[in-house]
């Protein structure tokens, strides 16, 4: 970058604007939150957590499309989940390495969920890696 360039840079730099996207994106992330408490993902069916049934209200729905701003993991398969809804098979899928079948997957991820809820309350960052 050369001198003219940083010049318009800094001139064009708008602090307000960049405070009010933060802003945003610290919404966005507590009302996902708040939503999906440690009690609600304890208590969720399966339904509740796999995208393919065309509900907006499914745990992976908003973690890949109200979450995108702070990290867009969209266009990608939906196996990255570990359990979800084949609407073209007609059923329920999921990777093996977390169960012989969709139920204990389910139950294993869900596991992992809330095992990374209460490390991240102890600020547990070892086990959150």
Partial sequence: ?????????????????????????IELRN?????????????????????????RD??????????????????????KFGVWYSPTKNQYCFQPRFGDNYKDAFETLRRFLLDLLRAGEKEDYVAIE
Avoid: W
Avoid at 9 to 20: C, D, G, L, Q, W
């Fill in 1 to 25: 970058m050369n001198i003219r360039a940083f010049e318009e840079a800094k001139r064009t730099f708008n602090m307000h604007s960049i405070e009010k996207d933060a802003m945003r994106v």
């Fill in 31 to 55: 009302e996902f939150s708040t939503y999906f408490t440690y009690e609600k993902i304890a208590s969720m069916d399966i339904d509740e957590y796999v995208v393919g049934l065309q509900s």
């Fill in 58 to 79: 499914s745990f992976c729905y908003k973690l890949e499309r109200t979450l995108y701003e702070l990290g867009s993991i969209s266009g990608q398969p939906s196996n």
